[in-house]
């Protein structure tokens, strides 16, 4: 039943790792994004995609790169990972014809880079 | 570039109304939306605005004005469980996040 998931849930790794964290949709939305939210709680757009085209880069360093298989999927690759990396990414989806077009959000993965 | 404004804390009485305020000031404009985040979960959806007016769903409401740049959140009849932040999201090319307004219910 669950429209966005995410996987793993919690990631615990030491700097200089490449890790993956994997993204997926069942609500039949085009568009995909990846958000990460710090400490201080804010939220910030990091990539979107539509039909698997990469539509929104938002000044990201190039060691996180974004992968979308299909339009049900948006998984991020983030290799060398550095002690400011830790945050809660969280992936969203969103329809983008007809009515408010909200963004449904996954349960949010919690990096920690020791 | 995008400014988001709403206030970082709140706290209110079980029962009572809460208004949480928003303004923006962005390149764009295709609408405003209102989140709810309770700790350590996702942000879900609340409301979301297009037109200047008042939007109502059940016990919470959201006003748009766009030419003053300014939403406001309606919280009434207040309930334990109402206890989160409150994100003022405004919606261009891209949804920019205010930095949340944490509301703290109290018995």
């Avoid at chain 1, 910030?44 to 299909?70: A, C, G, H, W």
């Avoid at chain 1, 290799?79 to 969103?94: H, I, M, P």
């Avoid at chain 2, 766009?66 to 206890?83: I, P």
Wanted: hydrophobic share 30%.
């Amino acid at each position: 039943d669950t429209a966005v998931s995410q996987t793993p849930k919690y990631l615990v790794t030491q700097m200089g790792n490449d890790k993956s964290i994997k993204c997926e949709q069942n609500l039949g939305h085009d568009t995909m994004y990846w958000y990460k939210q710090d400490s201080k709680k804010f939220l910030k757009i990091m990539f979107s995609y539509n039909n698997k085209e990469l539509i929104i880069n938002e000044t990201v360093p190039n060691r996180f790169s974004p992968k979308s298989p299909d339009k049900a999927h948006l998984n991020l690759h983030i290799n060398s990972l550095e002690l400011g990396d830790s945050a809660v990414y969280f992936c969203a989806s969103r329809a983008t014809s007809g009515g408010a077009n909200e963004q449904y959000f996954g349960p949010g993965t919690r990096l920690t880079v020791t | 570039g995008q400014n988001i404004d709403q206030p970082t804390e709140m706290t209110a009485t079980e029962g009572a109304i809460v208004q949480i305020n928003c303004t923006y000031q962005t390149s764009g404009f295709n609408g405003l939306f209102w989140y709810q985040q309770h700790a350590g979960e996702a942000p879900t959806f609340l409301s979301y605005n297009v037109l200047d007016g008042l939007e109502e769903k059940g016990r919470f409401s959201s006003f748009l004005s766009r030419s003053k740049g300014y939403s406001y959140l309606l919280l009434k009849e207040l309930q334990m469980k109402d206890s989160a932040s409150y994100l003022c999201a405004v919606n261009d090319y891209k949804l920019s996040f205010g930095a949340g307004t944490t509301v703290t219910v109290r018995a």
